[in-house]
């Protein structure tokens, strides 16, 4: 028994270095307060002009009342179901279109030039015109959101599913496996990655869809808020606002991680 | 162990076989006249230069490519991709990367053999590769040697009558190689099912195999078929040592020699 083949184990990943991590945390923090710093004394020395460019001392006391008093709760609850309900309907959509088209070649032949036109399409344009079809409410916001998250989540899961191994195809096919469980035990779980990647993607996508019909639209949300902020040159309220976006994405976004680790452990080297 | 037929046969007939690739003017012949046969049971190497045919011979007998002209069969009955009493090993290890070891030698089990004590027959044979415990690791955790051993249980939980090898140690070291080529000695001594092995390596033919089969480049035909008498059970590591190993080599070596100076001439020809 070789001894150098059996200590070749991979596990490897314990090894990061905690000190280049606390270093790289505190450069952050420094760039982040270094930006900020800059950002309030240009406001405050008139350099800039603080009523345009907001001034981050008062938008983040504002951002701080905003939290405490409970009035960004009601705009976040709002914009988030809208973007849960998106990306679920967007996504359950793309998934079975995808299904459907690796399952039937022939259609997803005849269909790829239309549905690359309308990925192609800058979706955002649309807005107004779902406004105008759905109303003012949940429907056209959602729609907004569905119509990026739906693409982005179909060209993955076809991407993700045509990028299986010819040797697993061979290997199957060798065991005597028939199409459906070739479909079953080796395209989907090949596509899995692919699919999580355009989950993630699109999760932030539809986020950005939905807050792109608030701006709109307006109504109760965080997107209708930015727009209140802007249309009452209250630019502190707007990056207050912003900060509020951001912490939500990312937010979304780490869950996603998070999830994906853990359904994952067999794709991390 | 399959109860299909006449268990006993484990026999290949290889008549006449011709095939060529593309059609008209481009047609190029790849398999030119081969006949091989085997009482099955035993160990053949098919060796000869890049380009012989010697993968297409492969695959016809997997019965993942159609020929054009002759006969083959195994056990009377002709090639067909997914039969029951086949398994094929690639060059790569082709465990799929989602399950573990185990999960990959049960996904083989699960597709031919499903009355069988599973767990029993994987415990088994991860032992007797010498991945003890390495079961629930997926391949991502396993070095190329692991992976390539993992491989060759799976290949093996068939209990197939015909294995069909595709250089499954290419793409390892020398030492890792050594260890492969052992285990699968010790795997085949106990089924003795009928085995194709294609390699680019002579040493691995002699060590291995009970025919070493020498194709000619294009058009692939068979230049030599030797018989490699030496005892077994073989070691590897051992049989390197010995004078018999390094005659065989070099009389071997002579004819891989002619198989590929013979290409120059034959290149031009062969629309013929």
Redesign the interface.
Known sequence: MSATETGASAATTAGTDWSRTGLIWILRIVVLLGVGLAWEIAARSGVLPAAFIGQPSIFLVKLWTMFTGGSIVAPIVDTLSATGLAFCIGGVLALLSALLLTVFPLAREVLQPFIDALNALPRVALVPLFIVWFGLGLTSKVVSGVSLMYFILLYNTLAGARSVDPDHRALARSLGLDGRRIFTQIVVPTAIPAIFAGLKLGLVYTLLGVVTAELIAGGKGLGSLVSYYSNTYDANGVFAVLVVLIIVSFALSSFMARLENHLMRWNQN | MTASGSPQDRSIRVADLSHSYGSGPDRLLILDNISLASEGGEFIALIGPSGCGKTTLLDIL?G?RAFQTGSVTLRSLPPR????D???M?A?D?L?????AASNIE??LA??RRDVDRKGIIDKLLRDV?LEGFGD???????Q??RQRVALARTFSLESDFLFLDEPFGALDA??KL?LQEKLLALWEKTRSTVVLVTHDLGEAIALADRVIVMTARPGRILADVRIDLPRPRSVSALQKTREYHDLYAELWDKLEQATSGAAGNNRENGA
């Open positions: 997997c993942i991709e997914g039969r029951e086949t398994s094929r690639f790569r082709a799929l990367p989602w399950r573990t996904f083989a597709a031919r010498g690791k997926y391949p991502s955790q396993l070095s040697g692991m030492q890792t260890l």
